[in-house]
C-alpha cells in the first residue's frame, strides 16, 4: 500500500511537472500572432499585441495591445491579465477574470462562468455569472473610441457626425456590476448594477466652437435585474452646468438576447452656450423644434429599436 502511495504521489508529480514544462516553454510568440489576426478579422478592427506570456498558475499577461479602426480611431491599454479558474472547470464550467490596467494603480476585472453543456450542445456563449468591478478606472479612450467610429460609420447622421469628431470626454470608473443569467429562461436571471464616474469632462476640441469645458456634477447609473427585467433607477444620468441627461425604463430579457423588449425613457436638456451652438440638432434629428429640450421614449426590440419623440 506504501510503495502504490509512493508510485500515485510520484506520477501526479510527474504529470504536474510536464504541465509546468509546457505551459512556460510554450511558443507565445507564434500564439500572440495568430491570435492577433484572428480577433482583427473577427472584430474587423486591427489588434497589435506587444508582449503575451504566461501568468501563473493558469493563465495569460498581454501588454501593450494597440487597437485601431478602418478610419484611423486608437485605443490603447497597457496590460491584461487573463485567467482561468480550475474549481470551474473541475464543477463543470468554464471560468475566466479579465484584468485591464491602465498603468496608474487602477483596474478593470471581468469575471464571467460559462457552462460546458451548454456551449459544446447548444453553442450558447451567453454566461452562467457575471461580475464587473472597477477601480478609478479611465474610460475616455474607450469613449473617443467609439465616438469616432460612430462619426465615421456609413449609417451616421449628416448633422451628428461632424459633433461626434469633435467630442473629448474623460473620466474614472467605479463600477459593481454582479449578474446571474439563466440561459435558458431569462426570467430566472438576477443582479444589480451600481455605476459612477468621477472626474468627468466633456470637452470639444474645436475651438472656434467656443464652447466651455463641461465639469459632471453627477454621474451614475443605478440598476437591477429581477426575474428577467433589467431596471434603470429614477435619477440615473449625466448632469453638468450645460448639459443634463436623464436615463429610466427597463429592458425585458428574451431569448435570444437581441429579441429582447426596450420599454425606455431617455431626456436631454441643453442650455447656454451648448443650446446656441447644437439646439438646431436636437430640432432636426426629432423634426420640430425643441428649444433645447428632447424627451425620447425608446420601445421595440434591441436588434430593431423604435423611438419616439415628445
Known sequence: MKKISKVAGFSVFFV?????????????????????EKISSMSGLNIRIGELGPSF?????????????????????KKVDASMSLLALLMGG??????????????????????????????????KKVNIKSQKFPIGGIVDFILAMEA??????????????QINFS????????ANLDVSDPVGSSG?????????????????LEMPNQNFKH???????????????TGSGLVSSDISLTVGGNVSLKQPPERSILAMDVGVELKGPLKEQFGFVMDAISGSQRDGKMSMKIGGTLNQPNVDYY
Open 192 to 208: 444589480n448594477l451600481d455605476i459612477s464616474f468621477s472626474d468627468a469632462v466633456l470637452k470639444m476640441t474645436d475651438p472656434s
Open 16 to 36: 504536474f511537472a510536464f504541465c509546468f514544462f509546457l505551459f512556460f516553454t510554450f511558443p507565445y510568440e507564434i500564439l500572440k500572432e495568430a491570435l492577433s
Open 219 to 233: 454621474a451614475k447609473i443605478t440598476a437591477g435585474l429581477s426575474k428577467g427585467v433589467f431596471t434603470i433607477a
Open 171 to 178: 473620466a474614472k470608473l467605479q463600477s459593481d456590476i454582479k
Open 57 to 77: 498558475p493558469m493563465g495569460l499577461s498581454v501588454e501593450n495591445i494597440v487597437i485601431n479602426s478602418k478610419h484611423g480611431a486608437e485605443l490603447k491599454f
Open 94 to 127: 468554464i471560468g475566466a477574470d479579465i484584468v485591464i490596467n491602465s498603468g496608474n494603480n487602477d483596474y478593470l476585472s471581468i469575471e464571467g462562468k460559462l457552462g460546458i453543456l451548454s456551449l459544446l450542445i447548444d453553442n450558447n456563449f451567453l454566461p
Open 152 to 165: 465615421n460609420s456609413p449609417t451616421a447622421n449628416p448633422l451628428v457626425s461632424p459633433i461626434l469628431k
